[in-house]
T-cell receptor, first 115, second 113 residues
Framework: GNSVTQMEGPVTLSEEAFLTINCTYT??????LFWYVQYPGEGLQLLLKATKADDKGSNKGFEATYRKETTSFHLEKGSVQVSDSAVYFCALSDYSGGGADGLTFGKGTHLIIQP | DAGVIQSPRHEVTEMGQEVTLRCKPISGHDYLFWYRQTMMRGLELLIY????????DSGMPEDRFSAKMPNASFSTLKIQPSEPRDSAVYFCASRGQGAPGPFFGPGTRLTVL
């Protein structure tokens, strides 16, 4: 079956530090990959996505590249801000053509940015 | 668009009571998903619908849980009877045909005492 593995948290960084949150996946087909962000007390927001190998998703200074050879989709940001503090979820969808299923999520990584 | 709307935002009830959670998906979206989030298990897909028809309910924990989608703009998730271990945040999400990533509602935080 499908699965997503994320690095354990919490991850604590100082403002303006470089961020990497690792994500690897297992899937039977050719999944689409996502990063969602959840701010305290809120629902999940789609941060970025990539639908095929070597695609790079980017948004709000975050980026992630779909690496089929390493089955990875690591999230990076060059200079984090306090407002980036949140829980980040890596997810995959084994969506193909007319079929669909729900997302398979990783456990989430709690990111804490200190001023 | 207002996004996915869920109600209530918070629900506190006593064990044994019936609980009904409501969701209004984004207009035009063909798929609707119900997820549950807990500290122990993370985010779990409970059930999803396509064009108001339940497609996969294998994630529904047991017979106490049921979900309906009587029309394209409304879905309910019912727990009867509720138990303390059902305490969680329940999210509804929707997406359109051909779009890989669903949009999530703000969630309903359920506490069963």
């Amino acid at each position: 079956g499908n699965s997503v593995t994320q690095m354990e948290g919490p991850v604590t960084l100082s403002e303006e530090a470089f961020l990497t949150i690792n994500c690897t996946y297992t899937a039977t087909g050719y999944p689409s990959l996502f990063w969602y962000v959840q701010y305290p007390g809120e629902g999940l927001q789609l941060l970025l996505k990539a639908t095929k190998a070597d695609d790079k998703g980017s948004n709000k200074g975050f980026e992630a590249t779909y690496r089929k050879e390493t089955t990875s989709f690591h999230l990076e940001k060059g200079s984090v801000q306090v407002s980036d503090s949140a829980v980040y979820f890596c997810a995959l969808s084994d969506y193909s053509g007319g079929g669909a299923d729900g997302l398979t999520f990783g456990k989430g990584t709690h990111l804490i940015i200190q001023p | 668009d207002a996004g996915v709307i869920q109600s209530p935002r918070h629900e506190v009830t006593e064990m044994g009571q019936e609980v009904t959670l409501r969701c209004k998906p984004i207009s035009g979206h063909d798929y609707l998903f119900w997820y549950r989030q807990t500290m122990m298990r993370g985010l779990e897909l409970l059930i999803y619908f396509n064009n108001n028809v339940p497609i996969d309910d294998s994630g529904m924990p047991e017979d106490r849980f049921s979900a309906k989608m009587p029309n394209a703009s409304f879905s309910t998730l019912k727990i009867q009877p509720s138990e303390p271990r059902d305490s969680a945040v329940y999210f509804c999400a929707s997406r359109g045909q051909g779009a890989p990533g669903p949009f999530f509602g703000p969630g309903t935080r359920l506490t069963v005492l």
